[in-house]
Each structure stands twice: as C-alpha cells, then as structure tokens.
C-alpha cells in the first residue's frame, strides 16, 4: 500500500495529463499528496518530505502555469516536475535524510531501524529512486529537443525506470536480509 500512496498523485498526474489541461492536472495531483498527508497524520505516522515535496512542485509548476505562463508544452510541465522531484530527491540525500527511510522506518522494529545497514539500504533506495527520476527527465528532454523521437518514447523511460525503482525497492531489503541475516528476534514471553 505504501508504494501506491507514494505514486497515486504522480499516476493522477500523467493520467489526467492525456485527457485535460497540464493546470487541472497538477492540482489534482497537489490535491491527492495533500490527501495522502492527511492519511499519514489520521494514522499517526510522520509527514513525508517526498509528499511535502510533490504538494510544492505540483502546486509551484501549477502557479507558474496559472499565473505566469499557460502555454508550456506537455513535455516542459512533465520536464519541469521531474526536474523538480530530483531536486527534492537529491535535497533529502544531502540534508542526510534520504526520503525512503520514512517509509521504511515504519514497517521495521525500532531495533532493525537503528541498525548502520538500515541507513545505508534507505540510502541505496534512495539513489534508486533519483536515478529513476533523472532518467525520466532525460527521456522527456530527448522527446522535447528529438523531434524524430516518437512521444512514446519519454512514457517508455518514465514507465521502465519506474518500474525498475518499485522492483528494487521490494528487492532490496529482501536480498539485505537474505545476505546479512535478521537481527536476533527478541524473546518472547513464556507462559
């Protein structure tokens, strides 16, 4: 469920944007990360800078559009989030909180979390996800200055490297534990 919530506004943005304007578009998407915030606090669980992130680019290219300039091609607006969430990838790996830990932090044992391995596999994930972001932004930047590319062609990289992230990111901390063994299971109380 986790990694749905993470990309429900970013599949409502691509959707939306093959049948209405870029504007409607990244509201929509602004309005389901904001949906998404309100789930995490009901839940009581922390709020996300991937999400706080994505409500501040969708809602800034959506301004930008609204306020400044409303004729940027499909490609520039999806150029311009992608470029947008590498920024934001890239800030949570420099500040030393890469954005994946929040969410694996959640589904481990407060003892798993504290562990050097844990930090250093978030941080692994991490990168998986930036790298999958910038070449989703190279796909778009081919499409943009190639006109022979085919428009397919950025919705074919955007959907491989994906894809390729979601994979590693179940992958990953699977092969971890496989490798390096769990920690020691706590006891458990006789009766």
């Known amino acids: ?33 904001l949906g998404v915030i309100a789930f995490d606090v009901a839940r009581r669980r922390s709020i996300k800078i991937l999400t706080v992130g994505s409500v501040i680019v969708f809602t800034a290219v959506g301004s930008y559009l609204t306020f400044v300039d409303p004729t940027p091609s499909t490609i520039a607006v999806k150029i311009a989030i992608d470029a947008g969430m590498l920024v934001v990838s ?15 932090v959640e589904q481990v044992d407060a003892e798993i979390a504290k562990l050097p391995g844990f930090t250093q596999a978030n941080y692994l994930i991490t990168w998986a996800w930036t790298g999958a972001v910038l070449l989703m932004l190279i796909g778009n930047i081919a499409v943009l200055y190639v006109p022979a590319l085919p428009l397919w062609t950025g919705l074919l990289v955007a959907f491989a490297a994906r894809n390729a992230a979601v994979c590693f990111t179940r992958w990953y901390p699977q092969y971890r534990k496989a490798k390096y063994g769990a920690p020691p299971a706590r006891a458990l109380p006789s009766h």
């Open 1 to 33: 469920m986790t990694i749905f919530l993470v990309l429900a506004p970013y599949g409502a943005f691509a959707t939306l944007m093959l049948v209405t304007s870029a504007t409607v578009s990244l509201l929509c998407a602004a309005l389901i990360c």
């Open 90 to 104: 890239l800030g949570s790996i420099l500040v030393g909180h890469p954005f994946a830990r929040q969410y694996a």
